[in-house]
């Protein structure tokens, strides 16, 4: 047998998809992003049960209520992991018995995009499941345990968002709300709504794309939407870009943004820029070096 090595051309080749994550104020539009996407190749996984913003948006839709029910939907949508154990979630015996009731998942390859409106609903589904689970009780007293609950909030939701991350030929789409909170020296912070902190801290290095979707004002005082997409903005937003395609802002259009991202990829002179170190700095103060355009 010889060793598996997939060519640069069999690599490039492969068609996949980009896993990216929109926040934004509530009533800022996330939700309304799904009109800027094609119907016919769209899944809206609604969990808000809130589409009131897009009730003409003729795409099909599934809606699960419950933790369970997004799991199975999970590893129906992304294919089992053979690594896992049987009795794990998203393992092969997992997808089989989800198969079994969902039926043939080829019916899936008609879709590009799965937009799952939205993880901080998501989390809260989570964390009301986990409220129930001995690792919520503690050992000794028999009485909840919060600190449990939490911890196995983490590893739940971290472990469904990584099964999705690893569809290769999908973009994954996650809409989540930002809060804007001032932290304990009186700076203005903005931080994910999402129950527990091990998901909104581990998620960005989950996700290809962290997009902030906000109101930014023109020069003539103006306010207009736009998509914050560079990890180094004077905004202070979340963002990251791992596709080097975008630039710091961009239209608030998923549709033209996912194309953006599948394009081709800009010379690497366009996309870093090392600033030089000021006169008056030694060499070895490199911490104050910045490092644009990521």
Known sequence: MSLPIISADQRLAEKRGSKLVIFGPSGIGKTSLLNTLSAERTLFVDLEAGDLAVQDWTGDAIRPQ???????????????NPALRDEQPFSTAH??????QFGDPASLAKYDTYFIDSITVLARLCFQWCKGQPQAFSEKTGKPDSRGAYGLL???LIGALTHLQHTRDKNVVLVGILDEKTDD???KV???QIDGSKTGLELPGIVDQVITMTALKADDGSLYRAFVCHTLNPWGYPAKDRS???DLTEEPHLGRLLHKMAGPVRPAAERLRFDTLPSTQTPQDTESTSLQGI
Do not use: I, M
């Open 244 to 246: 080097g395609r975008l």
């Open 154 to 156: 983490g590893q739940e």
């Open 66 to 80: 419950t933790w369970q029910e997004f799991r199975d939907f999970a590893v129906f949508l992304g294919g089992p």
């Open 190 to 192: 903005f931080v994910p």
């Open 185 to 187: 020296f009186n700076r």
């Open 95 to 100: 997808h089989r018995f989800v198969c079994d």
